[in-house]
């Protein structure tokens, strides 16, 4: 069975500059998560998909962070602009009743 | 709000040794525990999980008892191997979303 696919692996952008991030999720799971991870911190919430639909966004800082998950199948994460504090591990997950992670995409913002 | 707790890093320990990362929970109502693991460079995966009180989840060697008397779901593992070494984090899953709120995670690094 493939995995939750997440691209790119590693990305390095200037300070208010955009960048988007991709998910695809496991075949058949209905629920996308979208995670920040800090580096020495555990993962957390920004954005739940229950199909297109989003399910929880209120952690996300909806004045620079997007997503959508069109047909209910792939997902995109965009950061505009993107801060310093923004460098983290962007990492998605699906689940059908367990959650299963991508590898995640690290941000380096200069 | 619904939280994670667990036993500040890093951990080192020879091999063989005996294993506990702490990891205690507040939560409303019954929320399902788990423990993650995240193996240098790659993703998280999860290593073992509970969904009820006094249920024991187990794989790989590793065993964690969700107690709800003490809000807790400490990870052991009787005899630890370097390929072991990773970071482990601690999470719970409730709420009417069921998403994943993760503790901040405990680096384990093993020697031979």
């Known amino acids: 069975e493939a995995g939750v696919a997440q691209s790119p692996r590693y990305k390095i952008i200037e300070k208010r500059q955009s960048v988007a991030f991709w998910c695809n999720p496991i075949?058949?799971?209905?629920?996308l998560y979208w995670y920040q991870q800090i580096l020495g911190q555990g993962p957390k919430l920004l954005i739940q998909f229950q199909n297109n639909g989003v399910v929880d966004d209120s952690q996300l800082p909806k004045d620079r962070f997007s997503a959508e998950r069109l047909k209910g199948v792939d997902s995109t994460l965009k950061i505009q602009p993107a801060k310093l504090e923004d460098s983290a591990v962007y990492l998605c997950a699906s689940s059908l009743r367990v959650a299963f992670f991508g590898q995640g995409t690290r941000l380096t913002v200069v | 709000g619904n939280s994670v707790t667990q036993m500040e890093g890093p951990v080192t320990l020879s091999e063989e040794a005996f294993l506990t990362i702490n990891c205690t929970y507040t939560?409303?109502?019954?929320?399902?525990l788990f423990w993650y693991v995240q193996y240098p460079g790659e993703g998280l995966q999860l290593l073992l999980k509970a969904t009820k009180a006094d249920d024991k989840g187990s794989n790989k060697g590793f065993e964690a008892t969700y107690r709800k008397e003490t809000t807790s779901f400490h990870l052991e593992k009787g005899s630890v191997q370097v390929s072991d070494s990773a970071v482990y984090f601690c999470a719970l899953s409730g709420g009417s979303q069921g998403n994943l709120i993760f503790g901040k995670g405990t680096k384990l690094s093993v020697k031979p």
């Open positions: 939560a409303t109502g019954y929320p399902s």
């Open positions: 075949s058949g799971h209905a629920t």
